[in-house]
T-cell receptor, first 114, second 115 residues
């Protein structure tokens, strides 16, 4: 049973474009939703995270939009750069994400062409 | 801090052999997680520890897998006997419970190939 479904599986955008990655979750007990970024040969690293008490969180060019009623959240990358080319994972957990297990989506490979 | 340290970075072994993966978490972190990453199944949590005690091992695929954390600075994941389907990248991550932004810090991973 996949508790966090991520789409699309891959995305190619041009430099300066907007990249959008969507995730849907099933467990309404989830209350912490991070996005992790993974470069080839490296481990995933936290990019940005949101709690369900807000509908949007922005950090630089990265924005999370959260829709609690639809049980969906998305990552928007504005002004995409070639350096953003990586695999992006959405995740969810109950309680504090640092001390509870994270359930990951299957990941989306982003390629930003120069 | 050097971050989470994993060894070896690459391991190639033959089916039936015992494999031991090692992890040193970030000093002071009280949670340690073992993940497995494959193309088919993505990133799966195998087991996690809190203060060296296993909390949830429901992700461990079968009895061939075992994990230990003898002290706060060291953990092992053992596969005995190994099978080709165990080929994957294994990540260790650590975190400080209750600490914003609740981040799990991943190591560089061990790429395991079982022939």
């Amino acid at each position: 049973q996949q508790q966090v479904k991520q789409s699309p599986q891959s995305l190619i955008v041009q430099k300066g474009g907007i990249s959008i990655i969507n995730c849907a979750y099933e467990n309404t007990a989830f209350d912490y939703f991070p996005w992790y970024q993974q470069f080839p040969g490296k481990g995933p690293a936290l990019l940005i995270a949101i709690r369900p008490d807000v509908s949007e969180k922005k950090e630089g060019r990265f924005t999370i939009s959260f829709n609690k009623s639809a049980k969906q959240f998305s990552l928007h990358i504005m002004d995409s750069q070639p350096g953003d080319s990586a695999t992006y994972f959405c995740a969810a957990s109950k309680g504090q994400g640092g001390s509870e297990k994270l359930v990951f989506g299957k990941g989306m490979k982003l390629t930003v062409n120069p | 801090d050097a971050g989470v340290i994993q060894s070896p970075r690459h391991e190639v072994t033959e089916m039936g052999q015992e494999v031991t993966l090692r992890c040193k978490p970030i000093s002071g972190h009280d949670y340690l997680f073992w993940y497995r990453q494959t193309m088919m199944r993505g990133l799966e949590l195998l087991i996690y520890f809190n203060n060296n005690v296993p909390i949830d091992d429901s992700g461990m695929p079968e009895d061939r897998f075992s994990a230990k954390m003898p002290n706060a600075s060291f953990s092992t994941l053992k596969i005995q006997p190994s099978e080709p389907r165990d080929s994957a990248v294994y990540f260790c991550a650590s975190s400080l419970g209750g600490s914003l932004p609740y981040e799990q810090y991943f190591g560089p991973g061990t790429r395991l190939t079982v022939t």
